[in-house]
């Protein structure tokens, strides 16, 4: 199989700019995004007019779930968004000793990079692509291997 070297990000601003190049973009987003999108279109010389939606909280209880759900024990925990490493990283590092047989999975490169910086010292599976058969397929593989 091939695999892409770009991300989903760049993938997408190149078929958006091939599909409509005339016109506009308007990219509504969440103030964490990241620029891949809107670069990507103005590399194609498409204008991308960026607005920003909404913005990510943390539940306030978010301890105490945690806190609940890590009493059991856990083969995988999945990271979906750099936005999840980040508001469970101080309560996860807490727990990390009931965590050492646990397989942290990133679901793309920017949730890699977050793990990765927030657990420094810790291995990530990273999902070859961001879609539900690179998880299947990177989670396979962290079964296998471990």
């Given amino acids: 199989a091939v695999v892409s070297t770009q991300s989903t990000g760049e993938l997408?601003?190149?078929?958006?700019?091939?599909?409509?190049?005339?016109?506009?973009?308007t990219f509504f987003r969440g103030e964490k995004?990241?620029?891949?999108?809107p670069v990507t279109?103005?590399?194609?010389?498409?204008?991308?007019?960026?607005v920003t939606v909404y913005s990510v909280i943390?539940?306030?209880d978010i301890r105490s779930v945690?806190?609940?759900?890590?009493?059991?024990s856990w083969d995988f925990?999945?990271?979906?968004?750099?936005?999840?490493?980040?508001?469970t990283a101080k309560t996860l590092r807490h727990?990390?000793?009931?965590?050492?047989?646990?397989?942290?999975?990133?679901?793309?490169?920017?949730?890699?990079?977050?793990?990765?910086?927030?657990?420094e010292d810790r291995g990530v599976?990273?999902?070859?692509?961001?879609?539900?058969?690179g998880l299947v397929s990177a989670l396979e593989s962290a079964r296998e291997s471990g």
Avoid: D
């Fill in 12 to 25: 997408c601003g190149e078929l958006l700019a091939k599909f409509q190049k005339s016109m506009p973009w």
């Fill in 33 to 37: 995004s990241l620029e891949t999108v």
């Fill in 41 to 50: 279109l103005k590399k194609h010389g498409v204008t991308c007019r960026c």
């Fill in 58 to 60: 943390a539940r306030n």
């Fill in 66 to 72: 945690l806190a609940a759900a890590l009493e059991s």
């Fill in 77 to 87: 925990l999945v990271f979906f968004s750099p936005s999840g490493v980040e508001y």
């Fill in 95 to 119: 727990a990390e000793a009931s965590l050492l047989q646990t397989v942290f999975v990133a679901f793309g490169p920017s949730t890699e990079i977050a793990v990765r910086i927030e657990f």
């Fill in 125 to 133: 599976v990273v999902c070859e692509s961001p879609t539900p058969e």
